[in-house]
């Protein structure tokens, strides 16, 4: 008797096409089994006359799309239907993210009464009998965690195109001499913050048409920005938004000579195709989920900030819908993709999945991890002689963390604070509950490296070294007084730039611009943590700094508007206590203290 194979896919679009490698491998090793789809409604026309399945089964996404609805009477009855299919074995390609969210797929193994559960181990997959380990999105492509998946069901897990059905449209024109380039400017309902500036998606557009006369076709649904990039375009595209099912799409960009999108499920559907790929992400992850192109070309088109990918890092789902600055996808602009189309369209164009991040130099100290969140041991000598290095080098700027208890329990809840913590270049151990974590774990840190005391030292050597200095934050006429006070210390300083300015998203571009015209080598950041440190992490890409670095009250210690604590207070580690004193107000955020104490023991533990 024949095996009988239920494989999950309850994703997008998008999802159910970077499944398909591995329901052609599993096809390929299992070609007398009988194997049965679950998936949506939306997604199921993806593998329409694919021969990849025997039988789909569809479900509506929004009577499922939460793990309640899974136990509302008419739902339970159509999952327990299942059970008449008499699957053996059960495949999910899925991630376990959340705990509650894996009780659906939990019940489901429950309703097909299947001997054997194939699925990504994170701790969740508790129902599973087979597990391959989830090392993480983007630990390896999406596509390839799914083709490794039905290895274990006997499957060739080598990496293959993916696959979807594929018709003429008859309102195309075919077999013209002038290049057909196809722009999507949307990226589905599930986050909005994929999409691309349809302005620039415009600028493309009307560049490509001039310097190739190329065709330009828009596609996509109607809520997919096609008709502001008409708007904005100088001529008139071959508008095909809302006017051609999935198979019709398909064949619409296989004739094309270059396709152009966003993060979304039409790029999916474009990598299927074979047809060259130029994909613009920002806060979604592109070694996750970047175009699945092992036999043709692709270029991701990326602006890199520290703080993106900010959504599906890691084991969780983070920020799905990005920050509302939305800077990593401003920083793209119509240039760079104009460069890699013309390149591409002239067959110069490598494959590429991603634009990764500049290697960061060994460390000449030993990096700590407190409660997942790194910790450098290194000393002021230490950090002042990077500075040097950094100031000296023709590198891009660096970002520097100044590491205290309360930013680690805002880590452990605030996903993008998290991720930009552990890719910045430096996090020095600012705070006596760190030295006592890190001995408490088995490990030494030679010494506190406060943000208060360190802007001191750093001007004292800047005025020294010829460093340029920039304030930036802190309230108002706050950072004026702290740059006298420096100044006066130390004559030689300079201090090129003092702007009070806000985080606002809207006051980024004036900023930046303002900061790099003063040539200033270091930045310093007086907004507040964590939003200093998200506002640094944003921009980094287009800072012409060498150091940036966010540092808190400390203008407000230099100016003399909050006195320091005595000096045996700060020796004894006391100083949270005086400054409790002074500002009472602070003492919903010291309670993050005492947990931070708990974290630790139970880490040890």
Known sequence: MSQRFLLIQLGDIGDLVLTTPALAALREAQPEAHIALLTTTHSAPVIADTHLVDEIITFDRQQFNNSSAFFRPANLRRIFGLRVGHYDTVIYFHHFTLKAGTLKFALIALAAGARRRI???????????????????????????????????????????????????????????????????????????????????????????????????????????????????????????????????????????LYIGADSGVMHIAAATGTPIIAIFGPSNAAAYGPWTPQSRSVVVRSAPECSPCSYVGHGVGLREGCPARTCMRMVTAQDVIDHALDMLNDKAANITGNPPEAVPLRPFERLSILSVPVDAVTYSQWLAMIGQWVKSAASARHVCTVNPEFLMIAQHDPNFFNILNRADLCVPDGVGLLWAAKHLGHELPERVTGSDGLPRIAERAAVEGWRLFFLGAGPEV?????????????????????????????????????????????FVAYGAPVQDKWIARNLPRLQVRMAMGVGGAFDFIAGVIPRAPLWMQQAGLEWLYRLYLQPWRIRRMLRLPRFVIAVLLQRR
């Open 119 to 257: 699925g990504l181990e994170n701790d969740n997959g508790w129902f599973l009998t087979d597990r391959l380990s989830d090392l993480g999105f983007g630990k390896s492509h999406q596509a390839q965690y799914w083709l490794d998946l039905v290895r274990l069901a006997g499957a060739d897990s080598t990496p293959r195109p993916a696959m979807i059905a594929q018709t003429e449209f008859a309102g195309l024109t075919q077999q013209t001499s002038r290049p057909q380039i196809v722009i999507h400017a949307g990226s589905g309902g599930y986050s909005l913050a994929r999409r691309w500036n349809p302005v620039s998606f415009a600028q493309v557009a009307d560049v490509l048409h001039d310097q190739l006369e190329a065709e330009i076709i828009l596609v996509g649904s109607p809520g997919d920005n096609a008709a502001a990039v008409m708007a904005a375009m100088q001529h008139t595209p071959l508008d095909l938004t809302g006017k051609t099912s999935l198979s019709e799409l398909a064949g619409v960009i296989k004739s094309a000579d």
């Open 479 to 523: 950072a004026q007084k702290a740059a006298d006070v420096l100044v006066e210390r130390h004559p030689a300083l300079q201090i090129v730039g003092i702007y009070e300015g806000s985080p606002a998203p809207e006051e980024e571009d004036a900023i930046i611009e303002r900061i790099n015209a003063s040539a200033a080598d270091i930045l």
